[in-house]
């Protein structure tokens, strides 16, 4: 399986985290409001990208490709912002978010599953659908016309350096997401329902033989899986940005399942890669703001795109990571 | 042969009718009248002279983009870098067309299509490439690809081929000259007929030639093309860079012979349409033309209907996310049309990400 890691490639991962941790705490000392303002903006990127990436890594672990991840957060997050204005309601709002991104895995589902459409083709779908929707039922006077989500400090906890800021003085739904990275974990590796989900990934032949109803359960698993993205539409909307902006999940539907691949499709391995690509946009907006290097910003806005690529042709060449073997098959009862 | 052509075009053909009807259904939503709106569509896409060109002018980035998703297709690649292509294309065809002047039109407008053509082709082949020697899938290149042509063009309009005319503070090019400009005859935009010869280009090219043979093996069955000793890597690679060059034709056709000049921001979204042509014409060249024309008069006239019928002009993308949904599922009108079930009708794409 990948997710089992070689004694190597273990040892390189604490050499690696060490390395990090030393930098951070480096460049800590020498400027620390700024620090904290790139790792802040770290755990901020990072967490829509999370939310996708579990989305993806449940529909491919199904054997399931989902690359509708960006229209599910665009029209999620278009639910979530126009119910949360119209009832005044932030916790409405999320509760409809969820509710579009469990419609738009459904949709999903009976496309690629029960009208065995090509995979892919009907994750474009989503994306055009999504995009076109939202255009035209945009309305520019609307405003969310309560705060977006606030910080909620954990504590004393939120008390400790840096570290405190960081991670446990965040808004709501990041800590829900920290939370779903744990559930999602388990339920997948340590659960019946996540045993059968990754058998018919991997031989749907086999799992149908055993009893298992393969395409019901691939039905529910990309329609569950859709909830998780419209959860990151609602973030998206009422925690992150505070409004509705036309095409505002701006790519990060694509990025998360190239965070999902990084990530050998676990929500750990997938969180140090949003971790990892956060650091990234967290950095570029730093360098905006204070012009440090003279880099254009459109250098630095390529940087994300530019690792996804190197990454996915990484990902390729190393052999250990591996897809479910019948990923992006539709399975015909034999 | 009637009978077998009528079969291919009754699935599109239904899906644009079920598109529309769902798209009177949201007008009538939005409490305006749909035969209002759907007239001043008609009206502003072919009423007279002036719409008729902008139609075509429309259609004309709408075929290559089609081309370029539907001759990667071909291959079995799915090409969702059409934007990014077509943006690479367009600005350094703009380039070229204003960087020289002193040129006679016949060399200096040939000159700068073909500036864009090898730029995205470039731009198309680094994504096959990838594909071949990596097995980096070419939908998440192709889309990273995108966002990197996007700030590549960006800074280029606004920095070292920005338009510094006056006090311009927009982040496009200067005017391209008139040596580069692409002329219209009458109520036909030269760029539109190339469009129309590249699509011919295409098909023969695919039907008619060994090359095109081994585009479509590879399609088939990669493993089969493979052990009858065609080399897949390469038919990949060049079939993405075709596919590239396809694409930044749109774009060089647009800043040449429509915007006169590369400006960020305004082709946006353009390349990604061709995605819907490419499936409606169910990835036939020549099938790309009326699909691109159908989708192009509805562009020409939807701000008439705007002004008309006070209908959003986004209807549009709604209308054509509707068409792609029941030309992907065909299923569905199959069982309107009690029509039997044909396998050669579905398209097939999909496969894990890593890995030919």
């Given at each position: 399986m990948g997710e089992v890691m070689k004694p190597q490639q273990r040892q390189l991962l604490y050499a690696g985290l060490t390395v990090m941790l030393v930098i951070i705490w480096i460049f800590y000392s020498a400027n620390g409001p700024q620090t904290t303002a790139v790792l802040a903006g770290t755990v901020r990127a990072a967490t829509l990208l999370a939310l996708g990436a579990m989305c993806g890594m449940i529909g491919e672990r199904s054997g399931v490709v989902n690359i509708g991840i960006e229209g599910q957060f665009l029209l999620s997050a278009f639910a979530a912002f126009t119910i949360a204005s119209m009832t005044g309601s932030l916790f409405m709002g999320t509760v409809a978010g969820i509710g579009m991104g469990l419609m738009m895995g459904w949709l999903l589902a009976a496309m690629a599953v029960g009208l065995k459409v090509d995979q892919i083709i009907a994750g474009t779908v989503l994306n055009i659908a999504a995009l076109g929707l939202t255009s035209f039922f945009y309305d520019r006077s609307r405003s969310l016309g309560i705060g977006k989500y606030t910080n909620i400090d954990l504590g004393p906890l939120a008390d400790i350096p840096l570290v405190g800021t960081v991670f446990f003085s965040r808004p709501p739904l990041t800590y829900l997401t920290m939370a779903l990275l744990v559930v999602v974990h388990i339920a997948l590796f340590r659960s019946v329902w996540g045993m059968r989900t990754r058998a018919i990934g991997e031989h749907p032949g086999a799992a149908d033989t055993v009893g298992i109803d393969v395409l019901r359960l691939r039905y529910l698993n990309v329609t569950l899986a859709g909830g998780l993205a419209g959860l990151g539409g609602a973030y998206l909307a009422l925690e992150a940005v505070g409004t509705f902006s036309r095409a505002m999940s701006g790519g990060r539907g694509f990025l998360a399942l190239a965070v999902m691949i990084f990530g050998r499709r676990t929500p750990f391995g997938a969180y140090a890669a949003a971790l990892f690509f956060g650091f990234t946009t967290a950095l570029q907006n730093q360098f905006q703001l204070n012009n440090t290097f003279d880099i254009p910003p459109q250098f630095v806005g390529m940087l994300p795109f530019v690792v996804t690529i190197v990454v996915v042709a990484l990902s390729g060449l190393v052999g250990s990571m591996r897809d479910p073997a019948a990923l992006g098959q539709n399975y015909e009862k034999g | 042969m009637s009978r077998s052509i009528l079969r291919t075009v009754a699935i599109p053909l239904v899906a644009v009718v079920l598109g529309l009807l769902i798209g009177a259904v949201l007008i009538l939503s939005q409490n305006a009248s749909p035969s209002t709106a759907y007239t001043a569509l008609l009206v502003g896409g072919l009423g007279d002279a002036d719409a008729v060109l902008r139609t075509l002018q429309k259609a004309t980035p709408l075929i290559f983009g089609g081309l370029a998703v539907a001759f990667a297709f071909k291959a079995g690649m799915f090409n969702i870098g059409g934007q990014g292509q077509l943006l690479i294309g367009a600005v350094f065809a703009a380039g070229v067309g204003f960087g020289i002047d002193g040129l006679p039109m016949v060399i200096h407008l040939p000159l700068a299509l073909l500036a864009g053509a090898i730029a995205g082709a470039i731009w198309g082949g680094l994504a096959g490439t990838l594909k071949a020697t990596t097995g980096a899938h070419e939908v998440i290149v192709t889309i990273m690809l995108n966002f990197v042509a996007g700030n590549l063009t960006d800074w280029l309009s606004a920095n070292p081929w920005k338009d510094n005319s006056g006090n311009n503070i927009v982040a496009r090019t200067p005017l391209v000259e008139d040596s580069a400009t692409i002329p219209t005859l009458g109520a036909v935009p030269v760029g539109f007929l190339l469009a129309v010869a590249a699509a011919a280009t295409c098909w023969l090219v695919l039907e008619r030639t060994t090359y095109g043979f081994e585009v479509r093996s590879v399609g088939h069955n990669r493993n089969a093309a493979r052990y009858s000793g065609i080399k897949v890597g390469w038919i990949m690679g060049s079939t993405m860079a075709v596919a590239g060059m396809l694409a930044a034709l749109g774009g060089a056709v647009e800043s040449?012979?429509?915007?006169?000049r590369f400006e960020a921001g305004v082709n946006v979204g353009l390349g990604f349409e061709g995605i819907t042509i490419a499936l409606l014409a169910r990835a036939n060249p020549l099938g790309v033309i009326p699909a691109a024309l159908l989708v192009g008069l509805m562009e020409a006239g939807a701000s008439r209907m705007q002004f008309k019928a006070g209908v959003a002009p986004e209807l549009i993308d709604v209308i054509q996310a509707l068409i792609l949904f029941f030309v992907a599922a065909p299923i569905i009108i199959r069982w309107l049309l009690r029509m039997r079930q044909d396998t050669s009708e579905q398209l097939q794409l999909g496969a894990g990400w890593g890995k030919s």
């Open positions: - | 040449l012979g429509v915007d006169g």
